[in-house]
C-alpha cells in the first residue's frame, strides 16, 4: 500500500560555517538547518549538511535530515539521507529514507526522493509513502 502526500517545508533557521577556504576559489561548511513541514506532513526538522561550494554560486553537500512528523494522526521520526546540489539559485536533493532509524508509527516506511527549492527558503514537496514491501518515493515539484 502506498500514500501520495503533499505539501511545503519552510526552511526557520541557517547557520552555516566555514572550515576551509581554497586559495583557487571555493570552500568547504558545514550548516545546521530547521524546517517546518506543512501539508499533508505536519512538523519540523532538523537538518545538517556538509557542502563542498565549487564557486561561490554552485555547490554539492551531502547530509542527514530528522523530521518529527505527524501524518494523517499517526506520529515518529523519519530519518532521511541527502546527495545535492545548488545550482542557477535552485538547491535540489536526491534522498533515502534511513528505514532502520524511523520510529512509531514510520517503523517499516523506507523508499528514496528528491526535492527542488523555491523562492524564500521554501520547496514543494511530494511523497510517495510505503510500508515493508513497497517503497517510498518522494519528488519536488
Known amino acids: 500500500m502506498s500514500k ?11 547557520n552555516e560555517e566555514c572550515h576551509l577556504v581554497f586559495d583557487e576559489g571555493g570552500k568547504q561548511c558545514c550548516a545546521q538547518i530547521k524546517q517546518t513541514y ?5 512538523g519540523d526538522s532538523s537538518l545538517k549538511y556538509l ?3 565549487r564557486t561561490e554560486s554552485t555547490a554539492c553537500f551531502v547530509g542527514f535530515e530528522v523530521i518529527n512528523a505527524t501524518i494523517d494522526g499517526k ?32 517503523k517499516g516506511i523506507h523508499g528514496s ?9 521554501q520547496a514543494n514537496y511530494q511523497f510517495e509513502l ?7 518515493k518522494v519528488i519536488g515539484i
Not at 38 to 42: A, K, N, P, Q, T
Not at 130 to 136: A, E, K, Q
Open 4 to 14: 501520495n502526500l503533499t505539501g511545503l517545508f519552510q526552511i526557520t533557521q541557517w
Open 75 to 106: 506520529k515518529g521520526r523519519i530519518v532521511l539521507r541527502h546527495d545535492g546540489v545548488f545550482e542557477q539559485g535552485v538547491a535540489s536533493s536526491h534522498f533515502k529514507i534511513i528505514s532502520e532509524n524511523c520510529s512509531d508509527d514510520f
Open 113 to 121: 526522493g528528491s526535492f527542488a527549492s523555491a523562492e524564500n527558503g
Open 130 to 136: 510505503g510500508f515493508d514491501d513497497n517503497s517510498v
Open 51 to 53: 557542502m563542498n561550494y
Open 38 to 42: 506543512s501539508g499533508d506532513i505536519e
